[in-house]
């Protein structure tokens, strides 16, 4: 094989030197928290005064939300480094001239529609063929129990959405799923609604609607896997500082402990426990992680995480972890398929839902790298240590599905390509060269 420079490019394309795989070293500061940044924009737009956002994400998803609430008579200053949204109140937000477009998120668009709910004018959702192929029926029927006036335009469960003005009445909330975006809907809708609504949740998923609601001055409790939250407060303005956001971070988790000789410091890390799920998996598959300089956020813990190389062992992922990682699923299963043993993922139909079908992605794509994996209805089964080969992945337009074998290709012999490799810009647009910068 010609010597070749092992660099992933913007293409997503890698080749492996004959000697093995090159160690990653150095520092890394990840983007701002996805999850966060959203919440951070829309909650700062029904705030009084002028809310400040430093580490947001410029990322497809969150520049989404930026522009349905600029779209809802919100301004709202992008100036480099600091974001500013000039709310006004609760009862601010005015009709749109034109159709909602949430692009690729389902944060925006789930979230969004609670807030809408509660609007004295109508507006129309949609997004791009991802998003109208995603399940909406998960917030449209708690809504509708709440007395919103939210359709399926094509009564299909999915978007286009039609909201239109109706009286909403707090509810107590059984979600059949544990799922943040439903339970932030169901929330934010009980901010319009008579008397106090809650959701209570089979296991506790994200926190972070929870959490920055109480910062802007919301009375939101948590009690268990209940949140409950009281109607038509004073929400003012603040400012949030987004912590680097985990589920980015997990992909440099992930390539330091599989590249022998790494060593990798990844620098203001949001460690939620409702979010750090991979840690705990890591942890258990024998991964060297260790939490430097633990500190209180504005509303959220930080640290800093220095990855050292180990080797890793197989592990079970289930149960009430997987609503603290569901996103990460496809890149602990590239950890797997480099780990001794078996890993069983289970009690994750979720995946089935994402930007992609990620059981089916993620197990044709480590097929077609010579892993040792088998698809089960609500997850799969890893049996590790088999080398990986080099491969044309096809990402699906899924950016956790091409950041993921990006990392498997950094151990993979041979040429790596991902197809439709920039779809990374929904969460990570510099996520290649950031990586290639590691490398030694």
């Not at 080099?390 to 151990?411: C, K, W």
């Amino acid at each position: 094989m010609k010597e070749q420079n092992q660099q992933p490019s913007k293409a997503g394309a890698l080749a492996i030197l004959e000697t093995g795989p090159r160690p990653l070293r150095g520092e890394i500061t990840v983007p701002g928290d996805k999850s966060i940044s959203h919440r951070a924009v829309m909650f700062g737009a029904l705030a009084k005064g002028d809310t400040r956002v430093t580490n947001f994400l410029q990322g497809a998803d969150c520049l989404s939300t930026i522009s349905c609430f600029e779209k809802l008579g919100i301004r709202i200053e992008n100036n480099p480094g600091e974001v500013i949204i000039h709310g006004k109140g609760l009862h601010g937000l005015s009709a749109p001239t034109e159709i909602l477009y949430t692009g690729n998120s389902g944060t925006t668009t789930r979230l969004i529609s609670g807030i809408l709910a509660g609007q004295p004018f109508s507006t129309t959702l949609t997004g791009d063929a991802s998003i109208c192929k995603r399940p909406m029926k998960r917030i449209i029927d708690p809504l509708s129990m709440m007395g919103a006036d939210i359709k399926s335009e094509k009564d299909n469960g999915c978007t286009p959405l039609r909201i239109n003005p109706a009286l909403l009445n707090g509810i107590a909330y059984n979600s059949p799923v544990a799922s943040a975006q439903v339970k932030s809907a169901v929330l934010l809708a009980g901010l319009y609604a008579k008397g106090k609504t809650s959701v209570t949740e089979p296991v506790l998923s994200r926190d972070h609607t929870e959490r920055m609601l109480r910062m802007f001055g919301a009375n939101v409790t948590s009690e268990g896997v209940t949140a409950t939250i009281q109607p038509d407060p004073e929400l003012s303005c603040a400012d949030i500082f987004v912590p680097g956001d985990i589920s980015s971070a997990a992909y440099f988790i992930a390539a330091a402990s599989i590249v022998p000789g790494s060593e990798v410091l990844i620098k203001n890390v949001g460690i939620n426990e409702t979010r750090a799920g991979i840690l705990k998996v890591a942890g258990a598959m024998g991964a060297d992680i260790r939490l430097l300089n633990e500190r209180g956020g504005v509303g959220e813990p930080v640290a800093d995480l220095l990855v050292t190389y180990a080797p890793l062992r197989g592990t079970i992922v289930s149960g009430s972890l997987i609503p603290t990682l569901i996103d990460e699923i496809p890149i602990i299963a590239v950890m797997a398929a480099a780990a001794e043993g078996r890993t069983i993922i289970k009690d994750a139909a979720e995946l089935k839902v994402k930007e992609s079908d990620r059981i089916f992605t993620v197990t044709e794509n480590l097929k077609k790298m010579g892993a040792d994996v088998t698809p089960t209805e609500d997850g799969m089964i890893i049996e590790g240590g088999r080398p990986l080969m080099g491969a044309a992945i096809d990402s699906y337009l899924d950016h956790r599905i091409a950041m993921s074998f990006q990392v498997a290709s950094l151990i993979a012999r041979g040429e790596t390509t991902i197809k439709d490799a920039d779809c990374v810009n929904i969460s990570y647009p510099t996520f290649y060269s950031d990586l290639a910068a590691l490398i030694q």
